[in-house]
């Protein structure tokens, strides 16, 4: 490439890294809102979490159009290109995660937390903050191309999958004992699953990055996947 | 682009397509038979499962890895460069819906068929056979770029969306009055989310193909789908 033209493609590259960044802290707070309108049954900061999505959604549909756009018009080498082709990838991966924080937001109208429900519904915040955390740090392990970072994201993610089983367990216990609640735990159980699903994806971009960075793939990760249901 | 250039690119493309439609095929056979071993509590069929969704993935990363080769050495053009790109958004939905069929299979193994559960179990193959013939036509869409068969698959995604709040109804009436199978029935609303979710994901292939063959979004969808949560 000539000279204006590398410096216009990094350009292009730090607008997108830009981009990835923004979408990032925009899907965690989005965790965070929607663990506390859980938690303090606040109906309108739900219905910000879900409008707010939108953005998660307009910034991936942003970052799709730029790559089409940096491919067409600077023919990136191999290298480059495969790192455009992973930053689609992670738009992609957060803003799944966005419509997780998103689909929890969206169920706190139906659970109604009250001395009656507020047993099962305490269990989630320390779980959603831990997702929260692994999000946060995936996308900094991105920012900074920083494998050991990203590493240590991979392995928390066995903290998340533990949580869920045992919230699993507690909540269908109470069920069996509180057969009332039925209706509102069955909502927790899929917000306990947005939350595991949240740290998953977490650890997807944290795959990316540890490969990117080192080019090393993480089997062992693998192999653990298989043994549970993973939506 | 000079004419073996050409030749070679459409070589690309038609093997591209061919690998989208055997990964399609792929993903409803394990719809099929995730649901099959759902009803007949068939653990080795579900292992079975479980065990080809490894080679839906493998083809996810062959598509990627052919479409960053035809963008490196062909250089496509802007209309072509939208097409490859959105194949490698096809396939990344297509993955999903395997590993939803994949989640379905590894639950078998934790809901015992059996005079207490056949009752609730018997409400979702019906559901899973909606769900598998819309990634069959959205896929066929795809193939045939036919934008009519995409606009079919939309609509009947309300049908699904139905059936999944209607089992969800029945489940959680059934678990108050046997709460003896209310672990059985908790793993049950997972798989008629799951099937929910794969009934969502033909949709936006589906919505994919439509855009593609006319230019248009189609608005109505994104409005219903605020209206309750999706995962």
Known sequence: MAEH?????????DTLRGLIAEMGG???AAIENAMV???????????QVVADDKRIDAIEAEVEKLVIQVIALRAPM?????DVIAALKIVSVVERIGDYAKNIAKRVPLIATNSRT?????????????????VHDALNAFAARDPDLALAVV??????DDFYNSVFRTLVTFMVENPKTISECAHLLFVAKNIER???????????????????????RERRQDLQPEE
Chains 1, 2 share one sequence.
Do not use: C
């Open 5 to 13: 033209t590398i410096k216009a493609f990094d350009e292009e590259i």
């Open 26 to 28: 925009r899907a965690e």
């Open 37 to 47: 309108a859980l938690l303090r049954q606040d109906r309108d900061l739900a219905a």
């Open 78 to 82: 191999a290298n480059d290109l495969r």
């Open 118 to 134: 507020m047993e099962p519904v305490s269990l989630l915040p320390s779980m959603g903050q831990v997702a929260g955390e692994m």
């Open 155 to 160: 392995e928390r993610d066995t903290v998340v």
């Open 198 to 220: 949240i740290g998953d994806h977490a650890t997807n971009v944290a795959e990316m990055v540890y490969y990117a960075a080192t080019g090393q793939t993480l089997p062992d």
